[in-house]
Antibody
């Protein structure tokens, strides 16, 4: 069965960096994109970016450009989300979610059908 | 970026009734619109992708329709377990965006 297992909760000070990992299992890791989505307390989800595990091609939301880095390790089927220069308003639950199959184009391609359990990142001085 | 506006903010209905949720996009997203359900303390759960395709394991009580800028999620024969917040998301344009959500309460 498909599983996305994320690393544990983190507490960081403003200005620091955080790395959250997401280990995939139960499917062919290199065949699917991986997205990161975060959700601040009481707010809706916010899409952060996507990475292709094969090509390494990334697409980040403009608001995170310059302080977000996504990487993959195909040997361990793990995706990493590195967010730098943390601010108080980065406090949120961070989720990885499996994107569409890389070879599936157009209409009819399921996206975000599996999610990690979420990682709470608290930014506080 | 594409702004998705959901209405109503809250919907309060009784078991067995039908819920109709709306999602309006600030520009056309063709048919690249998904719906998610989120219960408290849980990750979002994919219900519908690309307007009308039900995700694996989702009962036929959940259906989606629309195209371009106006979309609807219909939940027929409401059950107590349907109490949740429902979000729409578009994948036509970068960055992908979510609506602000509709909370469905079961009386």
């Amino acid at each position: 069965q498909v599983q996305l297992m994320q690393s544990g909760a983190e507490v960081k000070k403003p200005g620091a960096s955080v790395i959250v990992s997401c280990k995939a299992s139960g499917y062919s890791f290199t065949n699917y994109y991986m997205h990161w989505v975060r959700q601040a307390p009481g707010q809706g989800p916010e899409w952060m970016g996507v990475i292709s595990p094969t090509s390494g091609i990334r697409n980040y939301a403009p608001k995170f450009q310059g302080r977000l880095i996504m990487t993959t390790d195909t040997s361990t089927s793990t995706v990493y989300m590195d967010l730098r220069s943390l601010r108080d308003d980065d406090t949120a639950v961070y989720y990885c979610t499996r994107g569409g199959e890389i070879t599936c184009v157009g209409d009819g391609c399921p996206q975000s059908d599996f999610w990690g359990q979420g990682t709470l990142v608290t930014v506080s001085s | 970026e594409v702004v998705l506006t959901q209405s109503p903010v809250t919907l309060s209905l009784s078991p067995g009734e039908r819920a109709t949720l709306s999602c309006r996009a600030s520009q056309s997203v063709d048919t690249y619109l998904a719906w998610f359900q989120q219960r408290p303390g849980q990750a979002p759960r994919l219900l519908i992708y690309d307007v009308s395709h039900r995700a694996t394991g989702i009962p036929p009580r959940f259906s989606g329709s629309g195209s371009g800028t106006d979309f609807t999620l219909t939940i027929s024969n409401l059950e107590p377990e349907d109490s949740a917040v429902y979000y729409c998301q578009q994948r036509k344009n970068w960055p992908r965006t979510f609506g602000q959500g509709t909370k469905v309460e079961i009386k």
